[in-house]
Nanobody, 127 residues
Framework: QVRLIESGGGLVQAGGSLRLSCDAS????????MAWFRQGPGKEREFVAA??????????HIGDGMRGRFTLSRDSFKQTLYLQMTSLRPEDTAIYYC??????????????????WGQGTQVTISS
């Protein structure tokens, strides 16, 4: 139903910034949650950030360790979710995945609450 495509990954030095984009196509729902998860080498996939929308308002949640460094924004016209990352650290190196939860109007940190996933974009932070 919804196809998610991540972009914006790349190589950046520690302390730098990077903006990831998640383009959603085929979505018709006005109530939904979109989120970012990441999986570093040899690590479990972890929650990064989520944004929920129910018409005119939105709710955001940023995961521990990212709060204060990562920011979510949404372009409703383009149906794109952005993850602005600053003060990047080597431990931020991971494949970043975009996910969507149809009809969900509150952020969730659980992978099982999301029913659509992108293919991921690689983020590599050098020390």
């Amino acid at each position: 139903q919804v196809r998610l495509i991540e972009s914006g990954g790349g190589l950046v030095q520690a302390g730098g910034s990077l903006r990831l984009s998640c383009d959603a196509s085929g979505r018709t729902e006005t109530k939904y949650t979109m989120a970012w998860f990441r999986q570093g080498p040899g690590k479990e996939r972890e929650f990064v950030a989520a944004l929920s929308w129910a018409g005119v308002t939105g709710i955001t949640h940023i995961g521990d360790g990212m709060r204060g460094r990562f920011t979510l924004s949404r372009d409703s016209f383009k149906q794109t979710l952005y993850l602005q990352m600053t003060s990047l650290r080597p431990e931020d190196t991971a494949i970043y995945y975009c996910a969507a939860a149809t009809f969900r109007i509150t952020p969730s940190t659980l992978q099982r609450d999301y029913d659509n996933w992108g293919q991921g974009t690689q983020v590599t932070i050098s020390s």
